[in-house]
């Protein structure tokens, strides 16, 4: 996999001094970003159906925890939440190829 790019991944952990779940900003340098713009017809008529995935190799952040519902920005960014960033997507799925060599080992991140 040849990287083209960085990201921050923003994930939810509960903190239990304020009962409310707060966000974790993890910088992970050397993905493969892959985005992609395009629409679909339906009932309701036109609808977007823009798509990003995400390659993150196992030796760029070893102990990434990522589910749905995280958000993720493509390069840096100094907020330590993904509330107001424009640029932020939503995580749909991870799937997780562990099999091959090291060197090809990744999470696949889709993301909206």
Known sequence: MIPNSDCTVFTQ???PETRK???IATFIKGVFWQG???SRLSKLGTVENNETI???PFSSFPNL???PEDKIVRGATDATSPAGLKEALTV???DTFDY???DMQHWE???K
């Open 100 to 102: 091959g060599s090291p």
């Open 109 to 111: 991140v889709v993301a």
């Open 54 to 56: 995400v390659f993150i």
């Open 13 to 15: 952990q509960y903190n």
């Open 36 to 38: 992609s713009t395009g």
């Open 65 to 67: 925890v990522i589910s």
């Open 21 to 23: 779940k707060d966000w």
């Open 92 to 94: 749909m799925g991870v």
